[in-house]
């Protein structure tokens, strides 16, 4: 159908009793061409529905103004806020936000990236994900001088920048936090330790441990993945043997959520008897029977300066590959229900309690 | 830089030693060239990093295999749901799915549209936002001869398919619900009734109470939006009069958990003294302190449906535009705390207790 009988410059030459290469340079704002003609031509190619070919006009200049942003999943609120930070800066400057998830699969975040290049993205903002072991595939996105901005979960590749938060801070809060509420046992869910953000989460609560002195067991780490029922099934496994924990710290807010409702099946206390951290302050972790202490990344602040440090390597175009900005932001500790005992808090900032 | 110094089908040629119209043919699939050619030009191709020009191959055959999905907000699970069931069913088929949110604005939809189209998606699948009000910028889409599909918040546009719930049910059967439960004097928070989606809920709700012989009282109804603090100022506003309601209906769940909060600091006992019952069964009504009974939308069968009548839709390319179909799938109810006063349940199917 029309898609195939589509308008060219030829229709537009022919109605305008002009040649086709004028056409053309006007349509490419050719300085040759005078801004009367620009303008008749740009009005012409408008009235025969001349868009397809800007396409290949994007084609040319190499400016699509789209960017692609490629996440995990869009339904955890971590990732949604980074992307509403993102567009909350690129927007007004013009650009079109796409938005993929990779569904934590390899392949598919490799499809997307060579979906975005081939659709001729100005960027492409990537929290990789929990599958993707070599880099390949990202580097495409270098080869193709596309700038490449991680935010949250990043490979280590050369002259890329990437914006995270500092999950060592968080894993030590939270850990020395549930030290301060009486806890001896700590529990620790500690995710894929293929992922840089959560072997960080790892070492912070390990370090608080060993700086307050409680010897690390190796029996309390448990590897889940970020899913409800990985949280319950730890719990099971953990009250299944003796010298329960005092307390779990979670790298994930959905497996302390299934750990909480296991804890409850068992008629556990919590705080009184166990206290429970997730992490990621999703907006659940506030609405719970039992409201939840999580660490809260400040995503909308994440995906604003992901969206700065970009503007910043197209508008400083010679160096493109050569500017990499690593930006660190603070994690926030929200003391809620779940591992508070204590009723007046003498927390340390940065730390909120609602 | 190399965005300019593109490889081209020159480069190829030369490398091969062939003529470039043999390169273009062999690039275009024409079955005149051999399957040998063809795979020595692929590799070619590939080795060269010839990528930019698939973007070319792609306006010309007018396929991309990616699709566009236009929703208001990424972060409501009701739409993160439908675009899973969307993606669940063609991801197999080798399409990309690009995700645009318009954050309820007909501009930021408009722009969606333009670039999705500029990037020469096969399809758009879309739920409309708020704020629009004209179809021109839609009617863009089937200008362009590419295949739109609706799902959930549609316009009337001749031959455009669509995926809905049927919404009046829903209203119905959480009205009568709360009559079921004893309620007389019900309010409806009843959202924008420009959408589609709305009027048929508050359609669902009058009806009930025309059915069960309750005189509609329009000062129970309230026009909110689905924001959490607007369920809590309609509270609010409610009781700070006389005659105040025994429950409320809310097209959103979001405007439930609002009223929800407000009627606990009025010590208001739910759901003794009120009942309520929100709509979409956002994962947060389960994990509330006091659980949220809700309608649910079914979204990932909505999504898987969408995708399959757009694959019908282009299996049939004759007809592009000819095929109009409506789906329309039945709603279910969730019962919770919320609105339960009696311990046994002895609602009709399609009803759940959780």
């Known amino acids: 159908m029309a898609k195939n009988e589509k308008v060219t410059i030829y ?12 056409v053309s340079r006007a349509l490419n704002n050719n300085p040759k061409i005078s801004e009367k003609t620009r303008e008749l031509v740009m009005k012409t190619a408008q009235e025969l529905n001349y868009k397809q070919n800007r396409l290949a006009l994007a084609l040319k200049s190499g400016k699509t103004n789209s960017i692609g942003v490629i996440v995990p999943y869009i339904n955890r609120n971590f990732f949604s806020a980074v992307i509403d930070g993102i567009e909350k800066q690129l927007t007004p400057h013009g650009y079109n936000v796409i938005i993929c998830q990779s569904h934590e699969d390899a392949i598919n975040e ?20 929990k599958t993707t ?7 495409k996105i270098l080869e193709n001088n596309t700038p490449l901005i991680f935010f949250d ?69 448990i590897h889940t993945n970020s899913r409800i029922e990985a949280g319950a099934e730890a719990v099971a496994k953990l009250w299944a043997k003796k010298n329960r924990p005092d307390a779990i710290f979670s790298s994930s807010d959905y497996a302390a959520l299934g750990a909480i409702q296991e804890l409850r099946k068992l008629k556990v206390k919590i705080p009184e008897e166990v206290g429970v951290v997730g992490f990621s302050n ?13 660490i809260d990344q400040t995503p909308v602040t994440m995906g604003e300066i992901a969206a700065q440090v970009f503007l910043e390597q197209i508008n400083n175009k010679q160096h493109v590959l050569s500017v990499e900005k690593r930006v660190v932001l603070a994690p926030e500790l929200v003391i809620r229900k779940s591992s508070n005992k204590t009723k007046s808090l003498k927390g340390t900032p940065p730390v909120s309690t609602e």
Chains 1, 2 share one sequence.
């Open 133 to 139: 072991h070599d880099t390949v595939h990202i580097e």
């Open 153 to 221: 979960r990043k490979k280590d590749i050369p002259g890329v920048s990437s914006v995270t938060i500092d999950d060592f801070r968080g894993g030590y809060m939270a850990t020395e936090h549930l030290i301060q509420q009486g806890a001896q046992r700590i529990a620790h869910f500690c995710g894929d330790l293929n992922l840089e953000i959560y072997k960080n989460r790892n070492n912070g609560f390990l370090r608080a441990l060993e700086d307050h002195n409680i010897p690390i067991n190796k029996n309390l780490i």
């Open 282 to 294: 999703e907006p659940f972790t506030k609405y719970m029977e039992l409201p939840m202490s999580s």
């Open 110 to 129: 490799a499809n997307h990236i060579n979906a975005l290049l081939n659709t001729q993205v100005d960027g492409i903002f990537m929290s990789v994900s």
């Open 11 to 22: 229709d537009i030459s022919k109605k305008l009793n002009i040649s086709a290469a004028t």
